[in-house]
């Protein structure tokens, strides 16, 4: 019996736009590593990202605090999507962005 909160999962992969197999596959995956919900960033953040990634990272913790962090991660959230809209103005007057 496949877990609950895989549809969940599900219907924000095929909102992102994967492919049904794809989306389920991640799903599955996702209702599974749930369980331990345990963040890990294998990456390097560039500077002019770096506060927005931070921000989106405590957001995601955040909705792993139940309804409670809602609040919080919806002002995280849109802090980075400022951040990131700022960054990416800035790179397309330096004409490094098209």
């Known amino acids: 019996m496949r877990d609950p909160r895989a549809g969940n999962f599900i219907q924000a992969y095929l909102d992102m736009g994967l492919s049904r197999e794809e989306a389920a596959e991640r799903g599955v995956q996702r209702a599974r590593e749930d369980r331990d919900a345990l963040f890990v960033?294998?990456?390097?953040t560039n500077f002019s990202t770096?506060?927005?990634t931070v921000w989106l990272l405590e957001a995601a913790s955040m909705l792993c605090c139940g309804s409670l962090g809602n609040k919080e991660a919806i002002r995280l959230i849109e802090m980075a999507s400022k951040?990131?809209?700022h960054a990416s103005r800035l790179l397309e007057l330096k004409g490094e962005v098209k």
Request: proline share 0%.
């Open 41 to 44: 960033l294998e990456a390097c």
């Open 83 to 85: 951040s990131l809209q």
């Open 50 to 52: 770096a506060k927005a």
